[in-house]
Each structure stands twice: as structure tokens, then as C-alpha cells.
């Protein structure tokens, strides 16, 4: 069906899921009738409940309603006038062509964008950083809330890595399996985490004309108390203490594919031993960047603005606080022991803060220049005190090292990027 519409000219409609709440996507009496959402030009991912009990369709079964309503805006005959006139050489009346009547027609259809059965978001509006604006609009996720989708979607997979080798691993079958399966469920429970990061200075958008039926402003900011609860899911399930904590039998178990072909050389594959480091490397630097882009620092600044007097609002100051506190949550009070997956994040971090000070990105805002500097010299005095604790070799020399490049950082000079415009 998906093909088929681009076929008759459909584009993609990421924003296609959002037209559907959770109660009715899990009702198979529902979707069999109005789909998995307003559109089969959506990417969207087999329907998985969190209880088995409400399992609804995996997949899609028919068109939604604004794929109707493009269709009908595509192919609705409105140009013809009951009269006609005879073709040359054929005894066939030919409709006569009115373009008013066909602009007349166009626009009545058109102006039906607000209706709620009638979401619409594409390709453009689907990215991430300065695309990124409207967490509704996403590959890959479901319904008309993003954020508990993710919050089920990573619940479920975490409660399947402890059951993963007796689920994918059958008698007289190797361990490869399990890693693919492994793997997969890492980029799931990444991806369902990264679509959260539009909410942060995000706005539902719309492309309504004015005089429109119910028409709606093209930006709505996403209310703060919903940005607040995206954040907080990022920082425990992208940054949180045990997210990349598996169990030894597990990690063990991760066996390489040992398949070979006359044409492949051993080793240009990768490692035999799973790399869980690098793993959690690429995946939490990813949710970072998403966070810490230039273009989403300025819509943080950017969204306060138009915020009605007395709304409240996400402001950087609050992003990095939040971030600060889960990344170097075992330097609070009682320090702990700093185990060496979130070592690797917190250098990360803090590669990021002081990049951000000595040689920003073109387009980083100045107010997040300055609030990295201040943070960084919180984190100083706060890695100071956990110094004086009892800890093991590892978390004392990554402390000493970490508070050292601080103070290299507050006291080096700013490059001042020459592609830097605020």
C-alpha cells in the first residue's frame, strides 16, 4: 500500500502515527477499519504491547484517512462543465477544461489541512537538530504520543535482554544469533530514546493557510511540563546508571558469526569479542549531540520568547543542570566507585562543555557558551569534593584528570570559530 501511494504521487507522512492514541491501536476492531494512523505512508514499526494481553494488530491493514483525502485532492474530477465539444475525427464529446472551477474545487479540498484526521509531515520535517522541530513527526515511532510510546518501547526491551538466550538460541544453534538479536535490541532502545530529544525547544507545527477552518498557528511550543518529562526519560534511559549494565552470562554469550566465503579476509568485520565500550560510545554520543546542537540550544532561547507572560519554559541552564546531574550522578553525596562505561560518558560530556567554551560549533548561541563555562566550574568544585573519598585507582585518576582539563578549559583562550555567528 505504502509503494502504491507513491505510485499515485503520495510523499511520505511521517506524521501519519501521530493519528492514533494508544487505547486504539490496540484495538484490533479499530486499526482493521481506520489503520494504524491517518496514513500508510508513515514508516512504522510492528505494533509491540507492553502487555501481551493487549495486543493488538502487528501491522497495517488498509489506508488511512489523509491518504483518502490526498487522493481526493489528486484525482477528483473538477474542471469539466456538463457541456462539450466533439473531439476532431470522433463522434466523442470532450469535457470542456474550467480552471476556475478547478481552483475553486482545489482549494475547498485543501482547506480541510486542520482537520485532526488529516496530519501531514514529510520527509523535511522528519530530521533531527534544526529539522528536528515537531516531536510528532518521526520514522519509526506510533501514536499521538511519541514520549510514552518510548517510555513502553524501552521498558519492553529492557525486559528482554535477562530472557534473550533461551528466546534466540535453540539447542545445536551458535551464539550469533543472540548477538544479532543483542544488537538489534541496543538500536531499538537507542532510537526510541533519540526521538524523545525533539521535544526539547520543540513545537507541533502546521501548515494551515489562514481562513482555514480551525486553522492553527505554525508553531505551538511543546508545553514545558511535557519537555521537562522528555528529559528526565533521556537522562535515565540514555544517560542513566545502569542502562549499558548486563549481566556477565549475557556478555558471554555474545558469540561472533564464524561464517566465511573465499572472498573475505578474517578481521575486517570487526572484533570477535563484543565491544559494549564502543557501543555505548556511539549511541550516547548521539543522544548528546542531538541535545547539545547548535540549532536546539537556539530554539530553547528561541521558544522563551514566545512564550505568553508567566508560562514557564526549558531554559539551557536547566538542559545542562539536568545533564550534569545524571552523567556525574555518582560524584553527588556519598561518592561512588565510577564504573568504566560511565567514565567513557562523562569524559564525553565533558569534551562537549569545553568544546563548547574554547572552540563552539558555527551557530552556538553566546548565553550557551557562557552557561558551559559556569557549569564546568560547578563540576570542578563538585569533583573536588568527591576526590576526598574512598575510591578505587580507576575512578580516582579519571577524577583527578577530569577536574585538571577543567581547569585547563576555564583558563585556555577562546578560538573564536570563524564560522560563529552568535
Given at each position: 500500500m505504502h509503494e502504491i501511494g507513491h505510485t499515485l504521487g503520495l510523499r511520505h507522512n511521517f506524521r501519519g502515527s501521530a493519528g492514533v492514541t494508544r487505547a486504539q491501536l490496540a484495538d484490533k476492531s479499530y486499526t482493521r477499519t481506520h489503520a494504524h494512523g491517518v496514513s500508510v505512508m508513515d514508516y512504522s514499526p510492528p505494533t509491540l504491547a507492553l502487555d501481551p494481553a493487549k495486543q493488538g494488530d502487528y501491522y497495517a491493514s488498509t489506508v488511512g484517512t489523509y491518504d483518502r483525502w490526498a487522493i481526493r485532492y489528486g484525482y477528483t474530477p473538477l474542471a469539466t462543465s456538463q457541456s462539450g465539444s466533439?473531439?476532431?475525427?470522433?463522434?466523442?464529446?470532450?469535457?470542456?477544461?474550467?480552471?476556475?472551477a478547478e481552483l475553486k474545487g482545489l482549494r475547498s479540498i485543501a482547506r480541510e489541512a486542520a482537520d485532526p484526521s488529516h496530519l501531514y509531515g514529510t520527509d523535511e520535517d522528519a530530521g533531527f537538530g534544526g529539522l528536528g522541530l515537531d516531536p510528532t513527526v518521526s520514522r519509526y515511532d506510533q501514536t499521538d504520543d511519541p514520549l510514552g510510546w518510548a517510555?513502553?518501547?524501552v521498558s519492553l526491551i529492557n525486559s528482554l535482554f535477562d530472557s534473550l538466550p533461551a528466546r534466540m538460541v535453540a539447542p545445536g544453534q551458535g551464539y550469533a544469533r543472540l548477538r544479532a538479536a543483542f544488537t538489534d535490541l541496543l538500536n531499538d532502545r537507542w532510537y526510541a530514546t533519540l526521538v524523545t530529544t525533539k521535544y526539547l525547544g520543540g513545537a507541533m507545527t502546521a501548515r494551515d493557510h489562514r481562513g482555514d477552518p480551525s486553522a492553527r498557528p505554525a508553531f505551538v511550543t511543546v508545553p514545558a511540563a511535557v519537555q521537562r518529562q522528555a528529559l528526565a526519560f533521556i537522562a535515565e534511559a540514555g544517560f542513566g546508571e545502569e542502562v549499558y549494565r548486563f549481566s556477565p552470562q549475557l556478555l558471554s554469550h555474545l558469540g561472533p558469526n564464524r561464517w566465511r566465503h573465499w572472498g573475505s579476509m578474517p578481521g575486517t568485520d570487526g572484533r570477535i569479542d563484543f565491544p559494549l565500550h564502543d557501543w555505548a560510545m556511539t549511541q550516547q554520543s548521539a543522544l548528546l549531540g542531538q541535545l547539545l546542537d547548535p540549532a536546539v540550544l537556539s530554539r530553547i532561547r528561541d521558544a522563551e520568547l514566545r512564550a505568553p507572560p508567566g508560562e514557564p519554559t526549558v531554559t539551557?541552564?536547566?538542559?545542562?543542570?539536568t545533564l550534569?546531574?545524571?552523567?556525574?550522578?555518582?560524584?553527588?553525596?556519598?561518592?561512588?566507585?565510577?564504573?568504566?562505561?560511565?567514565?567513557?560518558?562523562?569524559?564525553?560530556y565533558l569534551n562537549n562543555l569545553i568544546r563548547m567554551i574554547v572552540n563552539p560549533l558555527p551557530d552556538t548561541p553566546e548565553d550557551a557558551r557562557t552557561l558551559a563555562r559556569s557549569t564546568l566550574a560547578e563540576l570542578g568544585a563538585q569533583l573536588d569534593r568527591a576526590r576526598r573519598a574512598e575510591l578505587d585507582a580507576y575512578t580516582r585518576a579519571h577524577l583527578v584528570d577530569s577536574r585538571e582539563r577543567i581547569n585547563q578549559a576555564l583558563h585556555a583562550q577562546l578560538f573564536q570559530n570563524a564560522g560563529l555567528t552568535r
Open positions: 466533439t473531439a476532431k475525427g470522433s463522434g466523442d464529446m470532450m469535457p470542456d477544461w474550467q480552471p476556475d517510555r513502553e518501547r539551557i541552564p536547566e538542559l545542562f543542570a550534569t546531574a545524571a552523567i556525574w550522578s555518582e560524584t553527588g553525596t556519598p561518592s561512588r566507585n565510577i564504573t568504566s562505561v560511565r567514565r567513557d560518558l562523562q569524559r564525553l
